[in-house]
């Protein structure tokens, strides 16, 4: 069977396939390791790879100062909360924060 494509539907097929193949290399990927981050093979840093990353990529601890992390991390919790992602648990919060302060500048 053979389908007969007039020049216009053509350049269109061709414009979506343009499109399409732009937008596949522009995809943000999920993180799938700690690459980047201090002590990667910590707790500290699976704790913020599997929560951190469900909304942005992965924070360097660096940005924030070891006293600023409690309350970025306070904010990111009502985040998470009102958006419908859940709250950190109490037995992940504290190994959480505690590997931010030490890897925070």
Not at 43 to 69: I, Q, R
Request: aromatic residues 4%; contains cysteine; hydrophobic residues 35%.
């Amino acid at each position: 069977m053979t389908i007969r494509m007039g020049r216009k539907e053509m350049k269109k097929r061709r414009i979506e396939l343009a499109i399409l193949l732009l937008l596949s290399g522009c995809m943000p990927e999920k993180p799938s390791a700690q690459a980047g981050l201090p002590d990667q093979n910590s707790k500290g840093a699976a704790l913020v790879m599997g929560y951190c990353t469900e909304c942005h990529g992965a924070p360097n601890p660096s940005a924030h100062t070891s006293s600023e992390w409690a309350g970025v991390v306070e904010r990111m919790q009502n985040w998470r909360i009102t958006k419908g992602f859940g709250a950190i648990p109490d037995k992940d919060m504290g190994p959480l924060l505690d590997y931010l302060k030490q890897h925070g500048r």
